[in-house]
């Protein structure tokens, strides 16, 4: 059984960067697609950034380009998020996530994903 853990959470102030990890154990992710979704509080979780599994194709939410950058290291079974230019919007619980469907052009959806990290809370101070 594969598990993801996220790490790299923690307390920023705004204009400051993150790098969150996704780190697997139990199986390699080298045939999953990757996606970083976000639960800020009382919202719904929404899409962050997806990567197919040869890092081919990356995808963003539009509101997101440009300060977001997801990557991935097969060999290291691990999946970053660099987050520069931090927002107190940005606010959220970020959860990694593993599919092993192709990967959607564009915004991904949470069901689309079989495979779920438990989150780690990043907190953005203005």
């Known amino acids: 059984q594969v598990q993801l853990v996220e790490s790299g959470g923690g307390l920023v102030q705004a204009g400051g960067s993150l790098r969150l990890s996704c780190t697997a154990s139990g199986r390699t992710l080298s045939r999953y697609a990757m996606g970083w979704f976000r639960q800020g509080p009382g919202k719904a979780r929404e899409f962050v950034a997806s990567?197919?599994?040869?890092?081919?194709?990356?995808f963003y939410a539009d509101a997101l380009k440009g300060r977001f950058t997801i990557s991935r290291d097969n060999a290291k079974n691990e999946v970053y998020l660099q987050m520069n230019s931090l927002k107190p919007e940005d606010t959220a619980v970020y959860y990694c996530?593993?599919?092993?469907?192709?990967?959607?052009?564009?915004?991904?959806?949470?069901?689309?994903?079989?495979?779920w990290g438990q989150g780690t809370q990043v907190t953005v101070s203005s």
């Open positions: 996530a593993a599919t092993s469907r192709p990967l959607r052009v564009g915004i991904s959806y949470s069901y689309e994903y079989e495979l």
């Open positions: 990567i197919t599994w040869r890092s081919s194709d990356t």
